[in-house]
């Protein structure tokens, strides 16, 4: 069993910055790779972006290209998702997630967060 706990979501300006984190209880082959997603009220949920613990390998949402950043932490077990420029249309619950590659964290992870909210104000 693997549990994720994220922490970080709240209320911003848009324009601002919020950085959440994701903590793995532990990591095994089902949790090689860790991502993003988020959910916005009437919309489906949708990858924001992910990274593997080896090698700290990234991708993207088209979307949140060149202002958000995904970093790792393996010490820590820890991972972040760095928000800037946030906009509006970034409001909604994001989820961490893990899975065994990139590919599958990005489209069916194995494992799931309770999620963390963030809204931004315009």
């Known amino acids: 069993q693997v549990e994720l706990v994220e922490s970080g979501g709240g209320l911003v300006q848009a324009g601002g910055s919020l950085r959440l984190s994701c903590v793995a209880s532990?990591?095994?082959?089902?949790?090689?790779?860790m991502g993003w997603f988020r959910q916005a009220p009437g919309k489906e949920r949708e990858f924001v972006a992910a990274?593997?613990?080896?090698?700290?390998?990234?991708y993207y949402a088209d979307s949140v290209k060149g202002r958000f950043t995904i970093s790792r932490d393996n010490a820590e077990n820890t991972v972040y998702l760095q928000m800037n420029s946030l906009k509006s249309e970034d409001t909604a619950a994001y989820s961490c997630a893990a899975g065994e590659s990139m590919v599958v964290v990005s489209t069916r992870p194995y494992h799931w967060g309770q999620g963390t909210q963030v809204t931004v104000s315009s």
């Open positions: 532990r990591r095994t082959s089902s949790t090689s790779a």
């Open positions: 990274i593997t613990w080896s090698g700290g390998n990234t």
